[in-house]
């Protein structure tokens, strides 16, 4: 079975400042993961994706995150954080395969202040 | 850039009524979901759907729920008697090439179930 948990339902940071998301998952085959954004009233966007190539992903907005087996996490950072990264985060964990169901961890919000 | 499109973007309906939520996935792909988001809560799988059957469902996709790819471009779901706990964001989300991993979501249909 796989599952995914998020540390910190919200998150507050200050513009400028380090974003990290944690991610931690459960996967008893060799794991797919990505981080979801959610902007109010859209849909869920696809961050970065860890698909067994390198462990450190980059991915679109700035964002990367670093695949880590002997931690089972994949955290999200962002060095620099802008006011409009303000969104819902969701980490997800799929089998090997992109065809296969995502299961998706509670979501982490992200708050951005001056 | 080619999305996936849902309609209506909200649904207000009576319980015990039928309701179909419709989606338009990206042309060519292949492989088709829906998932599920009551408010507060994480997104959950329902449904995946590939060469004109289920390929894997989740328990909540009960007897109440039915999938469907009526002709060349929509995938609906219909849930024939609603229950107040039916109220949730639903998404559809399409993937072309499995090798991609990556599926594509579309905006949802937020149902309301009176």
């Known amino acids: 079975a796989q599952s995914v948990t998020q540390l910190g339902s919200h998150v507050s940071v200050s513009e400028g400042a380090l974003v990290l998301l944690r991610c931690n998952y459960s996967s008893s085959v060799p794991p797919y993961l990505f981080w979801y954004v959610q902007y109010p009233n859209q849909g869920l966007q696809l961050l970065l994706k860890y698909t067994s190539a390198a462990t450190l992903v980059k991915g679109i907005n700035g964002f990367e995150a670093e695949f880590k087996k002997s931690e089972t996490s994949f955290h999200l950072t962002k060095p620099s954080a802008h006011m409009s990264d303000a969104a819902e985060y969701f980490c997800?964990?799929?089998?090997?395969?992109?065809?296969?169901?995502?299961?998706f961890g509670a979501g982490t919000r992200l708050a951005v202040h001056p | 850039e080619p999305e996936v499109t849902q309609t209506p973007s909200h649904q207000v309906t009576q319980m015990g009524q039928e309701v179909i939520l419709r989606c338009v996935p990206i042309s060519n792909h292949l492989y088709f979901y829906w998932y599920r988001q009551i408010l507060g809560q994480k997104v959950e799988f329902l449904v995946s759907?590939?060469?004109?059957?289920?390929?894997?469902k989740s328990e909540i996709f009960d007897d109440q729920f039915s999938v469907e790819r009526p002709d060349g471009s929509n995938f609906t779901l219909k849930i024939r008697s609603t229950k107040l706990e039916d109220s949730a964001m639903y998404f559809c989300?399409?993937?072309?090439?499995?090798?991609?991993?990556?599926?594509?979501f579309g905006p949802g249909t937020r149902l309301t179930v009176l």
């Open positions: 997800a964990v799929s089998g090997s395969g992109g065809y296969n169901k995502l299961i």
């Open positions: 759907f590939y060469n004109n059957e289920i390929s894997e």
């Open positions: 989300a399409s993937l072309g090439d499995p090798s991609t991993d990556t599926q594509y």
